[in-house]
């Protein structure tokens, strides 16, 4: 099956730090990759939807000079969170979408963030 | 708007059988996917429909019905390992993931 693997798996930063999460697509080509955020107990929030060579597209509330997302190649996208704070702290999950695949999303196994 | 319905939370017996079920409201709709979640851990695939019925994977089952915008995953022969949130998504006609806030099953020996 299709692998996604995301690094790293977890991460403590101080408030104000940037931190950059890596999101790769191991054994397919990913032409489109999401980017979830979930809060405990909570659903999965889609924060954006990057294509290939294209700028990202954000949801509604999602600040795209805070998350910023580069997906340069066909196995790799990244999002950096610039100056986290507190409020940050998530459990940050990619997925992708395969060349020609319409519906199924393969999930990386998430990182979570904790921004003291 | 689009809305994903499903309880928040269902207990159950070791080797019982649990229903759980799910309303759907979408723009447009391509298709409802059921994903297991364990705490800490992303989302792993259960199963997909989009034509109505019944889709059997082992002792997981899901079933649509468009017409109600409904949907249930039955598990069976229930294990301790299968304690975990369960999302029911609904993919709409941008092909967007539509989430329902899940449903953590407990499950008592």
């Known amino acids: 099956g299709a692998v996604v693997s995301q690094h790293p798996s977890w991460v403590i930063c101080k408030s104000g730090t940037s931190v950059k999460i890596e999101c790769r697509s191991l054994d397919f080509q990913a032409t489109t990759m999401f980017w979830y955020r979930q809060f405990p107990k909570q659903s999965l929030m889609l924060m954006a939807t990057s294509n290939e060579g294209s700028k990202a597209t954000y949801e509604q509330g999602v600040e795209k000079d805070k998350f910023l997302i580069n997906h340069a190649s066909l196995t790799l996208s990244t999002l950096t969170v610039t100056s986290a704070h507190p409020e940050d702290s998530s459990f940050y999950i990619c997925s992708a979408k395969a060349a020609g695949e319409v519906n199924e999303q393969f999930f990386g196994p998430g990182t979570r963030l904790t921004v003291l | 708007g689009q809305n994903i319905d499903q309880p928040t939370e269902m207990t159950a017996t070791e080797g019982a059988i649990v229903q759980i079920n799910c309303t759907y409201q979408t723009s447009g709709f391509n298709g409802l996917f059921w994903y297991q979640q364990h705490a800490g851990e992303a989302p792993t695939f259960l199963s997909y429909?989009?034509l109505d019925g019944l889709e059997e994977k082992g002792r997981f089952s899901s079933f649509l019905s468009r017409s109600k915008g409904y949907s249930y995953l039955l598990l069976k022969e229930l294990q301790m390992k299968d304690s975990a949130s369960y999302l029911c998504a609904g993919l709409d006609s941008n092909y967007q993931l539509i989430w329902g806030a899940g449903t953590k099953l407990i499950i008592k020996p």
């Open positions: 429909n989009v």
